[in-house]
């Protein structure tokens, strides 16, 4: 038996309106409207599949903060259903791929749905119908859900819709839809231009064409399109949000207020309308005027917990930001969660940061924090961002097992390793004392990069640190290795230089190698003129390496120069008088 597209008529004028709906983006109040025409028809599959659609679309418009396993498990058991209660309705098993592109990218698993659909299209051409168009239409729509697209694929329904039904604009606007997927602006403008000339009531196509150039961005290009828009329909409230974003982006705060204010109006001064308006606010990053407005939505009206979860996201992103009180946010988002589907990545990631910047001196809080990334990282381990951000914060937090899985988990997913990354790995090596471990990378980075100063360096460290009395000096070769590549650049690594010098020092003096520790003390004296600390440092070995051999005249002249940097040092002055006394008894002694 052949299925149909149509099996059952809609309620008319209140189906149209619910459609009508979605495309003025005013998801909640269609998804209401579609649940109550569903109760009065509950035998009719096309309205299971349009309110699936405006769900996957609700989704879409706010894929930064929604959740995709919430909004496609809600679309998929309403397809299910459909298939269900009318099983000669293909529509639904259009939005089954299209609900299986969007979850999985699964396309051998999605196809099976497209296949079925497509094969209720009659072969003979008599019996081809307007709605047959219409199906194909849908099912390259669905092709843009998959997070790889397969064009060829969405182009060839296209093509079957057109030779259908080539006065339909709608198909028109998904072809343009998906060149602009493509970002190809060249293509898919005169099929937006098409769509209009078939449909001249319909301002949607000008909404795009002014969307494809607001992003360039060329804002003076695309307020045109979105004032003729205006001029096609000056109730239709997507319009005035665009414009709004367009006057944003332009720094044009009052006139943005204006068009936001006249699109909240024209979807009915309520609830829904005010959240549209705060998420469209933070999607065009004004996230202070977001906060605002969320916050006002959210003193009568606490329903909508992921709410909360925009505000805790705009608290961060906002200057200055208000870190405190966006962890207080997340908190009452995660307990309001009645679903473990509602949460997303981001919610975990964006808690987690806040906590990591607000924990200075509070290792609870900082665990607590890593705690949350690991939560997001469960959730989404093929984020590139979220892995690097982990690398690092757990790095600098000093949970050097975790920033090594991080790190080398970027690169896995990199397809390639970044010899920063690999430095930093090597770094948490040396801090854990896996010693071997660090020896092989900083070893591996010196070979890659030879004037890599900083791996000459840790390896050195390295060495140092399984040699921590310097009695074998199993670090003084990698310390002269790093001070010969240096050579003449003693005021750029002078910082290394001095460490490098100071084990030299100690080394030496270990060794009681008093003239070669006397050799390098001068070198660190000499390395920095203005730095205190260090002439202080030399001048204390210089000093030990004369009283080493009892040349206590000597000595006390060292101590003397160590005065006169430091005539505070009670200490030091004992000292000079002591050697004193030591040098006059010698001196009565001859």
């Known amino acids: 038996m052949l299925l149909c597209l149509m099996a059952v008529p809609v309620l008319g004028q209140d189906f149209n309106s619910a459609v009508n709906l979605v495309k003025s983006e005013q998801y909640e109040e269609a998804e209401k409207m579609f649940e109550a025409l569903l109760t009065k028809e509950p035998a009719n599959g096309n309205l299971y599949y349009y309110y699936g659609e405006a769900l996957l679309k609700d989704y879409l418009s706010d894929t930064f903060s929604n959740s995709l396993e919430q909004f496609a498990n809600q679309a998929e058991q309403l397809f299910q259903r459909g298939l269900q209660q009318a099983p000669g309705n293909a529509l639904n098993l259009v939005g089954m791929g299209a609900v299986t592109l969007l979850r999985t990218s699964d396309t051998t698993k999605a196809q099976s749905y497209f296949n079925q659909a497509e094969a209720t299209i009659p072969i003979k051409k008599k019996q081809i119908k307007p709605t047959h168009a219409v199906l194909l239409t849908k099912m390259a729509e669905a092709q843009l859900y998959s997070k790889v697209i397969n064009y060829p694929r969405a182009l060839s329904y296209i093509a079957k819709a057109t030779a259908i039904d080539p006065t339909n604009p709608e198909i028109f606007v998904t072809l343009g839809d998906i060149y602009i997927s493509q970002n190809d602006a060249s293509k898919a403008l005169p099929n937006y231009n098409k769509a209009l000339s078939l449909d001249q009531t319909s301002p949607v196509p000008k909404i795009k064409i002014g969307n494809i150039y607001m992003r360039v961005p060329n804002l003076n290009a695309a307020r045109p399109y979105f004032e003729e828009a205006r001029e096609i329909d000056p109730d239709f409230a997507p319009v005035y949000r665009s414009l709004g974003e367009l006057y944003t982006k332009a720094g044009m705060h009052d006139l943005a207020k204006q068009n936001y204010e006249k699109f909240i109006e024209l979807s009915g001064n309520n609830t829904p309308a005010m959240v549209r308006y705060g998420t469209s606010l933070f999607q065009s990053r004004d996230y202070a005027g977001a906060l605002e407005v969320i916050e006002e939505v959210l003193k009568v009206d606490q329903s909508r917990n992921y709410l909360n979860r925009i505000a805790g996201y705009s608290c961060y992103e906002m200057k200055p930001q208000d870190l405190e009180k966006g962890i207080s946010y997340m908190e009452i988002f995660f307990n309001n969660v009645k679903n473990e589907d509602e949460i997303i990545a981001r919610d975990y990631s964006y808690y987690a940061k806040m906590l990591y910047r607000t924990s200075a001196g509070d290792s609870l809080k900082m665990r607590k924090s890593f705690d949350q990334y690991m939560k997001a990282y469960a959730l989404d381990s093929n984020d590139i961002g979220l892995v690097t951000e982990m690398a690092m914060n757990f790095y600098n937090g000093r949970w050097y097992e975790g920033a090594i899985r ?39 980075i010196i070979a890659a990069q030879p004037d890599n100063i900083q791996g000459y360096l840790y390896l050195a460290r390295t060495y140092s640190k399984m040699d921590p009395s310097s009695e074998k ?118």
């Open 406 to 444: 991080m790190f080398n988990r970027k690169a896995a997913l990199k397809g390639e390793e970044d010899l920063n990354d690999v430095m930093y790995i090597g770094r948490c090596y040396y801090q854990l004392d896996m010693l071997p471990e660090a020896d092989s990378i900083f070893s591996k």
């Open 473 to 590: 000096g199993l670090a003084a070769p990698k310390f002269q290795n790093m001070i010969d590549k240096i050579g003449t650049e003693t005021q750029k690594y002078k910082t290394e230089l001095y460490e490098a010098y100071r084990y030299m020092c100690f080394y030496n003096l270990q060794k009681n190698s008093n003239s070669t520790l006397r050799s390098w003390a001068e070198k660190m004296e000499n390395l920095d003129p203005a730095n205190k600390s260090w002439q202080l440092d030399a001048l204390q070995y210089t000093y030990l390496s004369y009283y080493n051999v009892k040349d206590y005249i000597n000595a006390r002249a060292t101590y003397q120069k160590v005065l006169a940097l430091d005539p505070n040092n009670a200490q030091v002055r004992q000292t000079i008088e002591d050697l004193t006394k030591v040098i006059n008894m010698e001196r009565n002694l001859r």
